[in-house]
C-alpha cells in the first residue's frame, strides 16, 4: 500500500511539473483570462502535490486518497495547460479550459481534506495501539488469577451436581449434606474473589479507556492548531 501511495505522489508531482512547464503567456490576448485560469490551475495541482507528499508518510486509506486527488489536479492542470499550448488538438474535447481549472482546484482542495485525514486517522491509530498494550499488559496480569478461580468453581459446581444427585439418592445424609454445605460455601467464597478480580480490572481498565477516547477525539482539533502555522507557511 505504501508503494501505491508513493506511486501516485510521484505521479502527481511529475504531472504538475508537466502542466507548470507549459507556456502560459502566449496567444492573443482574448487568450490571456484562460491564461490566469491555467495559472491557478497549476497552482491547485502544485499545492494538491505537496498535501500528497506530507500524507505519503502514512500507510492509510485517506493518504492513499491524497495522493489520488492529488494526481487528478495536476492530470487537470496538464489540460488545461494543453489549452493554451495545443488550442486545435484540445478545442474539441468535451471539458473546457474553465472545467480543467475548477476541476483542479477541486481536487486540490480534496488533497487538503485527505491529508488532514490521513494524519488525524494515524494520530488515532497510533493512540489506540497505545491504549491496547496497556490493556493487555494488564490482562497479562489479571488472567492467570482469574483463569483459575474460574476453573476451580467449574469444578465446584460440578462436585455440587454429584452432591446433589447422591444426596436424591440416598435420603438424609448429615455427612453428605455437611460436604454439600461446605462445597457451597467454598463456591460462594470463590465467586465473590471472582467478582473483585474483574471490578478490580474494570477499576484499572476504565479509567484509561475513557482518557484514551478523550484523547482521540480531540486528535482533529490538536491537530488543526499544529497545522495552521504550517498551511499558512505553505501559502
Given at each position: 500500500?505504501?508503494?501505491?501511495?508513493?506511486?501516485?505522489?510521484?505521479?502527481?508531482t511529475?504531472?504538475?511539473?508537466?502542466?507548470?512547464?507549459?507556456?502560459?503567456?502566449?496567444?492573443?490576448?482574448?487568450?490571456?483570462?484562460?491564461?490566469?485560469?491555467?495559472?491557478?490551475?497549476?497552482?491547485?495541482?502544485?499545492?494538491?502535490?505537496?498535501?500528497?507528499?506530507?500524507?505519503?508518510?502514512?500507510?492509510?486509506?485517506?493518504?492513499?486518497?491524497?495522493?489520488?486527488?492529488?494526481?487528478?489536479?495536476?492530470?487537470?492542470?496538464?489540460?488545461?495547460?494543453?489549452?493554451?499550448?495545443?488550442p486545435?488538438?484540445v478545442?474539441?474535447?468535451?471539458?473546457?479550459?474553465?472545467?480543467?481549472?475548477?476541476?483542479?482546484?477541486?481536487?486540490?482542495?480534496?488533497?487538503?481534506?485527505?491529508?488532514?485525514?490521513?494524519?488525524?486517522?494515524?494520530?488515532?491509530?497510533?493512540?489506540?495501539?497505545?491504549?491496547?498494550?496497556?490493556?493487555?499488559?494488564?490482562?497479562?496480569?489479571?488472567?492467570?488469577?482469574?483463569?483459575?478461580?474460574?476453573?476451580?468453581?467449574?469444578?465446584?459446581?460440578?462436585?455440587d451436581?454429584?452432591?446433589?444427585?447422591?444426596?436424591?439418592?440416598?435420603?438424609?445424609?448429615?455427612?453428605?449434606?455437611?460436604?454439600?454445605?461446605?462445597?457451597?460455601?467454598?463456591?460462594?467464597?470463590?465467586?465473590?474473589?471472582?467478582?473483585?478480580?474483574?471490578?478490580?480490572?474494570?477499576?484499572?481498565?476504565?479509567?484509561?479507556?475513557?482518557?484514551?477516547?478523550?484523547?482521540?477525539?480531540?486528535?482533529?482539533?490538536?491537530?488543526?492548531?499544529?497545522?495552521?502555522?504550517?498551511?499558512?507557511?505553505?501559502?
Amino acid at each position: 500500500m505504501q508503494q501505491k501511495v508513493q506511486i501516485l505522489v510521484a505521479l502527481a508531482t511529475l504531472w504538475a511539473s508537466l502542466a507548470g512547464a507549459q507556456p502560459t503567456v502566449i496567444g492573443p490576448a482574448n487568450q490571456r483570462p484562460r491564461q490566469q485560469l491555467v495559472i491557478a490551475a497549476q497552482q491547485a495541482a502544485a499545492q494538491a502535490a505537496l498535501y500528497a507528499r506530507q500524507a505519503a508518510v502514512f500507510t492509510n486509506a485517506a493518504a492513499r486518497q491524497a495522493a489520488y486527488d492529488a494526481a487528478q489536479a495536476a492530470a487537470y492542470a496538464k489540460g488545461a495547460a494543453d489549452w493554451i499550448a495545443h488550442p486545435l488538438i484540445v478545442s474539441n474535447t468535451p471539458i473546457s479550459v474553465e472545467q480543467c481549472a475548477a476541476y483542479a482546484e477541486q481536487a486540490a482542495a480534496n488533497a487538503r481534506q485527505a491529508a488532514g485525514k490521513a494524519e488525524v486517522d494515524a494520530m488515532a491509530a497510533k493512540l489506540a495501539k497505545e491504549r491496547d498494550d496497556i490493556i493487555e499488559v494488564i490482562i497479562a496480569r489479571y488472567a492467570p488469577g482469574i483463569a483459575d478461580l474460574e476453573a476451580k468453581i467449574a469444578a465446584l459446581k460440578e462436585k455440587d451436581s454429584q452432591l446433589r444427585s447422591q444426596a436424591n439418592q440416598k435420603g438424609s445424609d448429615p455427612q453428605l449434606t455437611k460436604q454439600l454445605n461446605d462445597n457451597q460455601k467454598e463456591l460462594a467464597e470463590l465467586e465473590s474473589k471472582l467478582r473483585q478480580l474483574d471490578s478490580d480490572f474494570d477499576k484499572e481498565t476504565q479509567p484509561l479507556i475513557t482518557e484514551y477516547q478523550t484523547s482521540i477525539k480531540d486528535v482533529p482539533q490538536l491537530l488543526a492548531k499544529r497545522t495552521k502555522p504550517r498551511e499558512d507557511a505553505n501559502k
